[in-house]
Structures are given as C-alpha cells and as structure tokens.
C-alpha cells in the first residue's frame, strides 16, 4: 500500500458523512427517482466503507467491493437504468470527493490516483451491467418463446398446440418438448397443431413437423395437422415435401371432430 493510497483511506474515513451527503446528491440526480433515497444512500455507505478499506490494504475488501457492484449493476440492468447511468453512479464519487479536496492543494497527488481507481472500478461496473443485460434480454426472450407456444387442453385425451409467427429449429424443438410433456401430463392420445398463423412453410419447417409428428407416434399418440392455408399447401407441393401418412384438416375445428371422433365421442346440440 503506498503512501499516496493510505492517505486517501484515511480521508475517506475521517470525512465519510461529509462525501456521502455530496455524493447522495449527485447520484440521486442520475437515478431519476427510481431507487428508494434510503437504499441508494445504503448502497453509497457500503461503498465508500470497502473503498477505504481496499485503499488501506485491506486484502479481503476488493473482492467484497467488486460483488457489491456487481450486484448493484445487475440490478440497475434490471430497474432499466442505462450503461452510462450505472457508470455514472460509480464516477460521481469522484466528484464528491473532489468538492472536499479541491480547496486542498497537498491532496492533489491522492485525488489523481483516487481518480483512476474509481475509473477501473467504473469500468468494472460497465462490464458486469453488459453482461447482465444480456442475461435480461435472454430471459425476456425465452419467455417470450414460452408465451408463443402454448399447448391447450381442448377436451379429455386431446391437446391443442395452437402455432402464430416464424418457426425455427429453437422453437420447434420447444414445440416438440413442451407437446411431449403435455401428453405425458395429460394422457392424451391426440394432438392437434394448428399452423393457421404460420406465414411461411418452407423444406426445414415441414421436416420439423415431421419430426415432432414422429416423437408424438413414439409416445402412442396421434398428431393432425391443421389451419395448412392454400399459398402454404402451394409452396409444400412446390418443394415437393412428402407429408407421408400425417393427416390434415382445414381447420383447428376439423382436427378436433376427427380426434373426438377417434375417442368415440360427439358433439351434438343440447
């Protein structure tokens, strides 16, 4: 620990209420509201104290400073905040301590070397704020995914696995398993996949179909395929796609008829 440093440590502790009040106001300005005043003044306490113990020497401080802002910047990736605001609410501390010192000519060596300290710690914060947003965006997306491919209990022994949108191998292949759990939940014996809203049947997709047609067959289930509109039959001809022995309907109704009717059931007026 230098000199320089130990100076710094011991200024930060001797003037810690002083630095937290400019800092809180500083920082309170950034946050725009969206954090409580008493959590963010908690937050700041937490880390002017690890700050004046890392600058001291204190060997286990570092670690505990980086996991307070890494939990700091995960949750301002969840609260919304930006890159630059989470590095911002770390590089305002400077500022804080510079009101202090400026008057203090002989501080002038430790506040530049305080300086780039908070600069790596920023960066520290801007990296860890990235990754967790990313980790955001991905959770968000395969939520997203989950809410896209529902598969419905249309009656006892029939499920439904209404499709909207763009199928891929991702989502087919979370068809496939969200399909295949749901008849082993449900014992059903029949399954209907509606592509109604499916835009574009192409030679990957139709071998997708297939292939979760199949899986349901292995479970003993059968799978009918409806909502197939003309531009898509069209374009299955076109390619020359072999659906085999995989039966269609025209419609999610139809499909439902025919499983009703395979279980031995009618519907009839009451």
């Known amino acids: 620990m230098s000199g320089t440093q130990a100076r710094m440590a011991e200024f930060l502790r001797a003037s810690q209420s002083e630095v937290l009040t400019e800092w809180s106001r ?12 008493d959590q963010l003044r908690r937050e700041q306490a937490d880390i002017v104290t690890l700050v004046s113990r890392d600058l001291a020497g204190d060997e286990s401080a570092a670690g505990e400073l980086r996991a307070v802002l890494s939990e700091m910047s995960r949750s301002r990736a969840v609260q919304g905040f930006s890159p630059s605001e989470t590095a911002m609410a770390v590089f305002s501390l400077k500022d804080a301590v510079y009101e202090l010192v400026a008057e203090a ?14 600069d790596d710690l920023g960066l520290v914060t801007f990296e860890t704020f990235t990754s967790a947003r990313e980790q955001v965006i991905a959770d968000q997306a395969e939520a997203m995914l989950e809410l896209s491919t529902p598969v419905v209990r249309l009656w006892d022994g029939i499920i439904a696995v ?5 199928l891929d191998s991702a989502r087919t292949q979370l068809v496939m398993e969200k399909m295949l759990d749901a008849l082993v939940a449900t014992e059903a ?3 209907v996949i509606d592509i109604t809203g ?30 197939i509109r003309p531009q898509i039959a069209y374009t299955i001809v076109s ?8 039966l269609t309907k025209q419609t999610l109704a139809d499909g439902l008829a025919h499983a009703l009717t395979r279980s031995g059931l009618k519907v009839v007026p009451a």
Not at 26 to 37: D, M, Q, V
Not at 105 to 118: D, K, N, Q, T
Not at 162 to 166: E, H, K, Y
Not at 239 to 245: K, M, Q, R, S
Request: aromatic letters at 6%; glycine letters at 12%; proline letters at 7%.
């Open 189 to 191: 014996e029949h399954a």
């Open 198 to 227: 499916v835009p574009t049947v192409d030679t990957e997709v139709a071998q997708h179909l297939l292939k979760t047609v199949v899986a349901a067959r292995l479970m003993g289930a059968e799978c009918i395929i409806t909502g």
């Open 105 to 118: 000519a002989e501080m002038v060596p430790e506040f530049l070397a305080f300086s780039h300290y908070i």
């Open 26 to 37: 500083t920082a309170a300005a950034g946050a725009g509201g969206r954090i409580p005043p």
């Open 239 to 246: 390619l020359g796609i072999e659906f085999g022995d995989v």
């Open 162 to 166: 209404p499709l909207v949108g763009t």
